[in-house]
């Protein structure tokens, strides 16, 4: 069996156990809190992807060089990188958090949040997630998928565990978020241990400090891009849209969201498998496309469900009262779909440090933005410029693809012998 079908299949298990649990929990959620506090709870979900992204490059740049630094055998070198990178984040997202809660009241008013507490809270949230995406980089970095699977379902039953007896004793979107929060801070706790016995019988050594910080820049755009098209729709309906229509629209978007359970262990092995390959000076192309390919055939059963009885999967998973989100969900679905294509493709040249591949994607995002400034009366209408825009962005990075093979191949057939 190919080393990255063997990983795909631990990963794809720990991820669907996870989003699992996951999708029970915003099924719960939604049923206890009804579509108006659910717009609050869904929108302060997204304003968390949002705020992340400031420090959005942390997983993917300590990822890529763990699993750099372990091609080598320096194991010292993860140790610092950890070190570093965690003291850092520690103190910079201490500092952002501060300056988020001097505007956490406006915020919810633009927003029309009904109260403050649920972005509070989101910022507690953000801030917990830094430390936690040092310590999954490392892992993922190190293929240490099993150790992985362990830190995320063990989050995610947290959360589950902890929001069942809060919302149950008060339905709030703040007490949903604080079940967030609270199974992060013990996952936390869970993450010292298990990196400890990646760089275990090795001393710390000094680290290359000017590639990682060429290499976090370019990611820190790409993560930021990735999550403004998973996310910014959300943000666009809660402010515009009643809350009960942002309600129904905002569990169409969660489902929809669910395709990421499927390429959610994809894109975490993308990046360090096709990073050692590259360092070795292999082919990383056969590896890309049999993922994409193991990506496809799995989340096409679930595509084929919400084209045919999308309705029904609205009001099976969240209620009757969520009948209404069936029109928009198979656009949804689809324009996720091509988000997270694209993201492969953006992790393919990730792999190589190379990130020119951003002067095609950060315009797709930005046509986004500009057509939901302009268009965002319904949620269909919402849904259309959101499907139609991520699907342009990825024909255009699939070109852009083939034109730089196209380029690479040329250039092999000058630098030969016979040319």
Not at 207 to 232: E, S
Not at 259 to 278: A, E
């Amino acid at each position: 069996m190919r080393a990255e079908a063997k990983h795909s299949m631990v990963l794809f298990l720990g991820t669907g156990v996870t989003a699992g649990l996951s999708m029970v929990y915003a099924a719960f959620i939604a049923r206890m809190l009804g579509p108006a506090r659910n717009a609050d709870y869904a929108a302060a979900i997204s304003f968390v992807f949002m705020c992340a992204v400031v420090m959005g490059s942390i997983n993917p740049t300590v990822a890529r060089f763990t699993a750099e630094y372990k091609g080598r055998g320096e194991y010292g070198r993860i140790l610092t990188l950890t070190r570093e990178v965690g003291r850092r984040v520690l103190l910079y997202g201490a500092a952002a958090m501060v300056i988020g809660l001097l505007v956490v009241k406006p915020l919810a008013e633009f927003f029309r949040f009904h109260s403050v507490l649920p972005l509070v809270i989101a910022f507690f949230i953000v801030y917990f997630s830094l430390p936690l995406s040092v310590a999954r980089g490392v892992l993922r970095g190190a293929q240490e998928f099993g150790k992985l699977n362990v830190n995320g379902i063990l989050e995610a039953a947290f959360r589950l565990a902890i929001g069942a007896v809060l919302v149950t004793w008060v339905a709030r979107a703040a007490t949903a978020l604080a079940a967030y929060a609270l199974a992060m801070a013990a996952v936390l706790v869970v993450s010292r241990w298990q990196l400890r016995r990646v760089w275990v019988g090795h001393a710390a050594q000094t680290l290359d400090g000017a590639a990682v910080r060429r290499f976090t820049g370019p990611a820190l755009f790409m993560i930021a891009a990735a999550a403004g098209f998973q996310n910014l729709d959300m943000l666009f309906v809660k402010r515009f849209f009643v809350d009960y229509d942002a309600g129904v629209y905002a569990a169409a978007a969660t489902f929809a969201r669910m395709i990421g359970v499927v390429v959610t262990p994809f894109s975490i092995l993308m990046l360090p498998m096709l990073t050692t390959l590259h360092e070795r000076g292999e082919r990383t192309t056969g590896a890309f496309l049999r993922v994409c390919g193991y990506f496809l055939g799995l989340v096409a059963g679930p595509l084929i469900i919400v084209a045919i009885w999308p309705e029904e999967v609205m009001v099976r998973i969240f209620g009757e009262e969520y009948a209404g989100g069936g029109r928009i969900l198979l656009s949804l679905s689809l324009a996720r779909l091509a988000g997270y294509l694209c993201h492969l493709i953006c992790l393919l040249f990730a792999a190589k440090s190379s990130f020119r591949f951003l002067f095609v994607y950060l315009p797709g995002l930005m046509a986004m933005v500009g057509g939901l400034l302009i268009w965002h009366d319904t949620a269909l209408t919402v849904a259309g410029v959101v499907l139609f825009t991520q699907i342009a962005t990825l024909l255009a990075m699939i070109v852009y693809l083939l034109v730089q093979r196209g380029s690479r191949a040329s250039g092999s057939r000058d630098a030969s012998p016979g040319a």
